[in-house]
């Protein structure tokens, strides 16, 4: 594996660096920076950036161009990644879509779904979420009820999924039903693209404990859908959503090794101005640089985790099981930079607002790495793909 970059790629790195120096919203990240309370403002603002995006040729970088990409490879996707995360450019609303739906199709779709969804997916005008999880479907997620049956050229979708991210911005949701009523369980599911604005898709928030909408419960409730959006074919639901799982748990480390290199170097200034009850300065604790260099040592390990992944891609296309290990080495890492945080604000730790020491950021890291370990599937169920795919363990 090389892991150096070669001069055009250094030169692609600096044209990436010079769009993103003029074009991120002017003031963003910054503490003067207005987020705005209301929902629908926060996403006409990541709308917005997604268009930007696209507009600069910055959305889709290794996809082909026939559907609105770059035609370019995972090396630039990464190059970018990695530039944004430096100068903590926003993160766009059709994550899922970028992340999940488009690499799905990429793989599993037909010409025409490929034809018809990919490029306004890019360009911003059609927002994807992802219908997966269902009150008793998360780890189990092939215990789903949604059920899809034929009448005529429609399927006519009934049920309910739950904790669906970005459902209240989305135009479209890639939705697992059940399809066969009678097959094992893991073969009668279909993967179907499902419009959010066609009659009987209702959509309720959850609110957080931080008042934060970010997940929702959506309701199906007798939709109909064309026979042809089902994805990978009938019943082959499965293997489809297995495909989505892997890029999920996979790709999304790359672009956050940065980012989380940042948090870092937050924390490092922080431990700088922060006394310990004795009077010392946190950073010259030998207690706390311990943990902060096993973290610093975590991100770059990371990094190398993330050009392996590259690498696979572009040699195979595809990312295996590895993906788990992946996922729980970055999740398990950001979980520990949260809990060193919280440690070094100490008595400090409660208080939340935007004006406390930190800014609240230590404690969006804290609680939302918590996240991490749950969703595309949770510590412990990597832990068992872990232990049953690559050491053969027994189940
Ligand atoms: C931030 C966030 C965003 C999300 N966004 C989406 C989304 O957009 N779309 C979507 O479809 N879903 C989404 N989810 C849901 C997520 O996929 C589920 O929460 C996850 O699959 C776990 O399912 P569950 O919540 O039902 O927990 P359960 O499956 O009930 O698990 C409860 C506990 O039991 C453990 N457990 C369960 N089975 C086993 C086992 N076999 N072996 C060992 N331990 C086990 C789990 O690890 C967990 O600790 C999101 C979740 C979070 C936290």
Redesign the pocket.
Known sequence: MDLSFTPEQEAYRQKVREWLVDNIPEGWGTPQFQWPNDEQERGAILREWDRKLHEGGFAGISWPKEYGGQGLTHVEEIIYDEEAGKLNAPGGINV?GKLLLGPTLLQFGSEEQKQRFLPPLLSGEEIW?????EPNA???LAALQTRAELDGDEWVITGQ?V???YAHHADWCFVLARTDQEAPKHRGISFILVPMHAEGVSVRPLVQLNKNKD?NEVFFDNVRVPKENVVGGVNNGWKVAMGTLGFERGTLALGRQVRFQNEFNELVKLAGDTRATDGTLVKDNPYFRQKLVEIFNDIRIMRYHGLKTISQLLNEGKLGPEASLQKLFWTTMHVNLGEAGMEVLGEQAPYWGTDSVGRGKIQDTYFGSR?AT????????QK?IISEMILGMPR
């Open positions: 899922l979420c992802q219908g997966f999880s998360g780890s189990d999924k904790w669906t991210s997940f996240g749950i969703y595309a599937g949770s510590t412990q169920i068992n």
